[in-house]
Nanobody, 123 residues
């Protein structure tokens, strides 16, 4: 059984930074794509960033390119999302996802999800 646990969310002022963490357990490493999605109030869940454990190749939503960076720690089975220059539009619940065969931006492609962590950016 795979488990994903997000942490690191919080309240931050516009222009600030946060680093989200996704701890992967239940399986040593998921040799497929892992991603971050977010869901803003009243909106559908949207792709943020993803990479493939084997091929790397990070992919980012246009809205976060140059501001966010996805990375991983193979030793600790952890995935990070470094978020810089945050704006109120980045507010939402951020989810870690895993299990897609390749990097995909469609949330239906991912089999495993964490419970989410709230990020609130004040203006």
């Amino acid at each position: 059984q795979v488990q994903l646990v997000e942490s690191g969310g919080g309240l931050v002022q516009a222009g600030g930074s946060l680093r989200l963490t996704c701890a992967v357990s239940g399986r040593a490493l998921i040799k497929t794509a892992m991603a971050w999605f977010r869901q803003a109030p009243g909106k559908e869940r949207a792709f943020v960033a993803a990479f493939n454990w084997i091929t790397g190749g990070p992919k980012y939503a246009d809205s976060v390119k140059g501001r966010f960076a996805i990375s991983r720690d193979d030793t600790n089975n952890t995935v990070y999302l470094q978020m810089n220059s945050l704006t109120p539009d980045d507010t939402g619940v951020y989810f870690c996802a895993a299990g897609a065969p390749v990097v995909l931006t469609n949330d239906a492609a991912y089999d495993y999800w964490g419970q989410g962590t709230q990020v609130t950016v004040s203006s």
